[in-house]
Nanobody, 126 residues
Framework: QVQLVESGGGLVQAGGSLRLSCAASGRTFTIYRMGWFRQTPGKEREFVANIARSTGFTLYARSVEGRFTISRDNAKNMVYLEMNNLKPEDTAVYYC???????????????????WGQGPQVTVSS
């Protein structure tokens, strides 16, 4: 099992920045990929970004590309999401996720992940 704990959410004005952190514990050596998703009330949880644990290869949703950066520190079992130039439409609960394998996908879907964190709220005011 892998446990994920996020931190760093909060309230920020449009154009501002926030950094989310995700600490993994447990059987972290089994992690293949980690990602960030977000969800607003009444909507599906949507992909934001992911990063391969071994290669560092990253993928981003088109809506955040160029503004958000995902990174990892394998020695500390941490994943980060640096969010810049935030927009009100970025307001959501953000979830950290970990996958024990590739699941034969690039990791865009919720079903590609085995473990989830609780999700900090990020609110961007206009």
């Amino acid at each position: 099992q892998v446990q994920l704990v996020e931190s760093g959410g909060g309230l920020v004005q449009a154009g501002g920045s926030l950094r989310l952190s995700c600490a993994a514990s447990g059987r972290t050596f089994t992690i293949y990929r980690m990602g960030w998703f977000r969800q607003t009330p009444g909507k599906e949880r949507e992909f934001v970004a992911n990063i391969a644990r071994s290669t560092g290869f990253t993928l981003y949703a088109r809506s955040v590309e160029g503004r958000f950066t995902i990174s990892r520190d394998n020695a500390k079992n941490m994943v980060y999401l640096e969010m810049n130039n935030l927009k009100p439409e970025d307001t959501a609960v953000y979830y950290c996720a970990a996958a024990a394998s590739s699941h034969g996908t690039m990791g865009y879907g919720r079903g590609s992940y085995d473990y989830w964190g609780q999700g900090p709220q990020v609110t961007v005011s206009s």
